[in-house]
């Protein structure tokens, strides 16, 4: 069997159909394994249903990425191919896994000497065909082999044209990157949606002006590709009833994990997220339908805006730029504490740097974030930046403004808010966190510190 591929794609789901035509076009011949016959108009790639054939065919030492779902579908896969693996080939997981798990596969496959990669892809279908934002990390001994062809079909930043790719660390510092980016996303469509509702609920702005607001919120310092596709969806009418779309749509958010995965370990880590937290649980109202539903009719809704409009829109707009910001600081400080905790050493000048382009977060925002950690290396949040810094505290008053008229409509912006709190918290000297330890203390003899000596301390409160 002539072996003339440079790469096996397992799983030819939206994803791994799109990447496989991306690595076709640049270059890098690929073979596709489906377990099932199907075909796809206009897909040029070799597609086989024999396990063997698929690894048969393969340049060696083989490169095999496997695109199918997180769990035990990617230890299957494994399993399946494995029999026809030598010592030496490169296993790469391009799905969303859970970076435990590839911490575990690492380790396993090493011992049987293979190399694995766990590779987060963001992009969604376009940016897989077109180019993702790519974060690999596992074996470092894979990277030399596998970056030309990572680097030729990743995204390129408009700033600098180069690849958003970059090699993350060791073990699951992939996927653990991957899992935060998701993470920064839903509180970032969280904190986009709450606006909307504020400003069409609320204060009853037509959605087709809203397109056109959020548009020219695109040309400033929001220019994103979430803030350009809501632009988009706003304005866009369902063919069947002539509303326009989003209205017909049912408010239900699902969601994968990734968000609830970060959630998760940041308790594990000890690091506040609370925007991040907020966007998870608002997913989990939004699920709860039937009981919104009669709630509404027992409790009331919200009110309506009677102030000046254009006012809130020009507020709304600095309060989402000031939440955005709180929201990115929230997910780098996550990062340092997993690279300090996990060893990864990661590099926080490549990540913001990788998700310039080709992923859902790429936002005009990220270039001042890789800029921040160029000036200092070693900042431990980004509100600590002099840059970052001042814009929050430029647009303290109209951030304020937005969650207190919030507030009194009964628009619930928890991201918002959170994100509003996280930042007074964050630069509070003091917090109320000494009533806490007193009253435990009181109950459970937890003991305290003292500001003015050291040692812990007990009362007998009674």
């Given at each position: ?57 393969l340049?060696?030492p ?6 199918v ?23 790469i ?35 897989a ?89 695109n ?9 350009e596709?809501?632009?988009?969806i706003l ?49 989990m109202?939004s ?43 929230q997910?780098?400080s ?28 790429r ?27 001042q ?43 000494n009533?806490?330890?007193a ?5 459970g ?18």
């Amino acid at each position: 069997m002539d072996k003339i591929y440079a790469l096996g794609i397992f799983g030819l789901g939206v994803m791994g159909r799109s990447l496989a035509q991306n690595f076709e076009r640049n270059g890098y011949p690929v073979i596709g394994y489906n377990r099932t016959p199907r075909q796809w108009e206009g897909f040029n790639v070799k597609v086989t249903h024999s396990l063997e054939e698929l690894v048969g065919s393969l340049q060696t030492p083989r490169i095999l990425q496997l695109m199918v779902s997180a769990g035990a579908p990617v230890d299957a896969a494994i399993a399946s191919v494995k029999p026809f693996l030598q010592p030496g080939d490169i296993i790469i997981d391009g799905g969303n896994s859970y970076f435990a798990d590839t911490v575990r596969r690492v380790e396993a496959l090493a011992q049987e000497g293979f190399q694995f990669v766990g590779m987060g892809v963001s992009g969604g279908e376009m940016g897989a065909l077109w180019g993702p934002s790519i974060m690999p990390g596992g074996m470092e001994g894979a990277w030399p082999r596998i970056s030309p062809m990572m680097e030729a079909v990743a995204a390129r930043a408009s700033e600098d044209g180069k690849p958003c790719v970059a090699w993350l660390g060791s073990g699951g510092a992939g996927h653990y990157v991957k899992m935060v980016h998701n993470g920064i996303e839903y509180g970032d469509m969280q904190l986009i949606a709450e606006t909307y509702d504020l400003l069409h609920r609320g204060a009853g702005i037509p959605n087709q002006e809203l397109a056109e607001i959020f548009a020219d919120w695109n040309t400033r310092e929001l220019r994103s590709y979430l803030i350009e596709i809501t632009a988009n969806i706003l304005k866009r009418l369902d063919d069947e009833t002539g509303q326009t779309l989003v209205d017909v749509i049912l408010d239900e958010a699902e969601q994968k994990g990734t968000g609830r995965w970060t959630s998760q370990n940041s308790f594990d880590l000890g690091v506040a997220i609370p925007t991040i937290n907020s966007a998870v649980e608002s997913r989990m109202l939004s699920a709860v339908k039937a009981e919104r539903t009669e709630a509404a009719k027992v409790l009331g809704g919200a009110g309506s805006f009677k102030g000046d409009r254009q006012r809130l829109v020009a507020a709304a707009e600095q309060a989402l730029y000031a939440s955005k910001i709180t929201s990115y600081a929230q997910g780098m400080s996550l990062l340092a504490a997993a690279s300090r905790d996990y060893g990864w050493n990661l590099d926080f000048v490549s990540i913001p740097r990788i998700w310039r382009a080709g992923c859902i977060i790429r936002a005009m925002l990220l270039g001042d974030i890789t800029a921040a950690f160029e000036r200092q290396p070693d900042l431990s949040n980004l509100l600590l930046d002099g840059v970052f810094a001042q814009a929050v505290l430029s647009r303290d008053a109209a951030w304020r403004e937005v969650v207190q008229t919030a507030v009194g409509l009964g628009i619930p912006m928890l991201a918002t808010g959170a994100s509003l709190a996280y930042f007074d918290a964050y630069r509070s000297e003091r917090l109320p966190a000494n009533l806490t330890q007193a009253q435990r203390d009181y109950f459970g003899a937890h003991t305290y510190r003292r500001i003015d000596k050291e040692g812990s301390f007990h009362t007998q409160w009674e």
